[in-house]
Nanobody, 123 residues
Framework: QVQLVESGGGLVQAGGSLRLGCAAS????????MGWFRQAPGKERELVAA????????HYADSVKGRFTISRDNAKNTVHLQMNSLKPEDTAVYYC????????????????WGQGTQVTVSS
């Protein structure tokens, strides 16, 4: 099993920045992906960004490209999401997730999830 614990989140004004962190513990995934999903009220959970453990390859939702950056610290088993130029439509609960094997955009393909952290962007 892999345990994921998120940190960061909170309330910020539009145009501001936040940094989310996700610390993994338990079984080490030597391959696969860790990433961030978000879910706004009444909407489906969607991928925000993901990064390959060994490859370092990244995937971003079109809506966050150029504003958000995912990074990793393999020594600490941690993934971060730097969110800049935040918009009210970025308001959601953000979840850290992990999976082994091939990258997927679909949240149901991810095996491990954090508890979620609220991000609220005021206009």
């Amino acid at each position: 099993q892999v345990q994921l614990v998120e940190s960061g989140g909170g309330l910020v004004q539009a145009g501001g920045s936040l940094r989310l962190g996700c610390a993994a513990s338990g079984r080490t995934l030597s391959s696969g992906y860790m990433g961030w999903f978000r879910q706004a009220p009444g909407k489906e959970r969607e991928l925000v960004a993901a990064m390959g453990y060994s490859s370092g390859s990244t995937h971003y939702a079109d809506s966050v490209k150029g504003r958000f950056t995912i990074s990793r610290d393999n020594a600490k088993n941690t993934v971060h999401l730097q969110m800049n130029s935040l918009k009210p439509e970025d308001t959601a609960v953000y979840y850290c997730a992990a999976k082994s094997g091939t990258f997927y955009y679909t949240p149901t393909r991810y095996d491990y999830w954090g508890q979620g952290t609220q991000v609220t962007v005021s206009s």
